[in-house]
């Protein structure tokens, strides 16, 4: 009606999101050496499980591991929170395929709350319906085990919720489960806004993806984030001396002791997008590169 879109806003997705938030405000009163201890623990397990395991592994299968592994770290990036991973790498496919253009699911081009939160409280069919999005995953919609860890993402929170109470009380719950997860939702999202928005660009990508150190600080070397979109299949994100990436010496470790195998790297130059001159001036330019380099995601996972 009107010729206005009518946005379906997921009701429990911001009633959870908000009362995260709500949790974090007991912090000052909780706080002590055993809470923060919890959280350094749990903030890193959840982080490499998302970098590390949804994201490099699962979405982008820039290196190999055991079975095994690959499903523990998984639980490790479903306990942060971020739903379960077939839907989150449907999503993060979507959003090399189509980055920052209409179909892009958290594009800065709507502005920066959106890319940065807004986006997860509207309803989005390609990302919000199971048999659609299972679409964009679907060597993991196969895995049984996989599936499992997706369908009881809720209750995994809530485990670990009553674990943390057992282990440390209010202030377990406060420092374990509120303040770790909206840290590590706030760190997770900046990828989407800030290394969308602000730093510098050594690739010519099609789009707006940028390099932003505080961003890879906070994130274990996903700010490296233009990068990244240069090469999606590389394991290492940093890709200068300094471009520190603990994801990728992580990545490294696993492969010293056998457990990481046919770790990808960038071969010579990122040859479909020559170096940018100057970052100045840059405007996104809605190129039909991208979703030849989804295209490349789904050959490589068939
Ligand atoms: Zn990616
Ligand atoms: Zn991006």
């Avoid at 055993?34 to 490099?56: N, P």
């Avoid at 202030?171 to 990828?191: A, D, L, Q, S, Y």
């Avoid at 990728?248 to 071969?267: C, D, E, Q, S, W």
């Amino acid at each position: 009606m009107f010729g206005v879109p009518v946005l379906k806003i997921k009701w429990p997705t911001l009633l959870g999101i908000v009362v995260m938030h709500l949790g974090v405000i007991f912090a000052p009163w909780t706080v002590s050496r055993s809470a923060v201890v919890v959280f350094v623990i749990l903030q890193a397990m959840t982080t490499l499980g998302i970098t590390l395991g949804y994201h490099r592994l699962l979405a982008h299968r820039s290196f190999q591991v055991p079975k095994w592994l690959e499903y523990l770290i998984t639980v490790c990036g479903a306990l942060a929170a971020q739903g379960g991973p077939i839907r989150w790498v449907a999503t993060h496919r979507l959003h090399h395929a189509f980055s920052d253009r209409p179909q892009d699911p958290h594009s800065p081009t709507r502005g920066f709350w959106w890319a940065h939160m807004g986006w997860l409280f509207v309803y989005d069919e390609l990302i919000d319906h199971p048999t659609k999005h299972w679409r964009y995953a679907p060597e993991l919609a196969k895995d049984p085990v996989h599936r499992v860890i997706t369908q009881t993402n809720i209750l995994q929170q809530v485990l670990l919720g009553v674990f943390l109470f057992v282990l440390g009380g209010w202030p377990g719950v406060v420092w374990g489960m509120f303040v770790r997860t909206v840290f590590n939702w706030h760190c997770t999202w900046f990828v989407n806004s800030a290394s969308h928005l602000w730093g510098y660009r050594r690739y010519d990508t099609g789009e707006g993806s940028r390099n932003n150190w505080w961003v890879a600080l906070l994130t274990y070397g996903e700010g490296w984030h233009n990068n990244h979109h240069a090469y999606v299949h590389s394991a290492a994100h940093g890709l200068r001396w300094w471009e520190l990436d603990l994801t990728y010496l992580t990545i490294r470790l696993l492969g010293v002791v056998k457990l990481a195998t046919n770790i990808r790297l960038p071969r010579g130059k990122a040859a479909k997008f020559p170096p940018l001159p100057t970052d100045a001036g840059f405007a996104p330019q809605f190129t039909p590169s991208e979703p030849a380099l989804v295209m490349a995601e789904f050959r490589l996972n068939e």
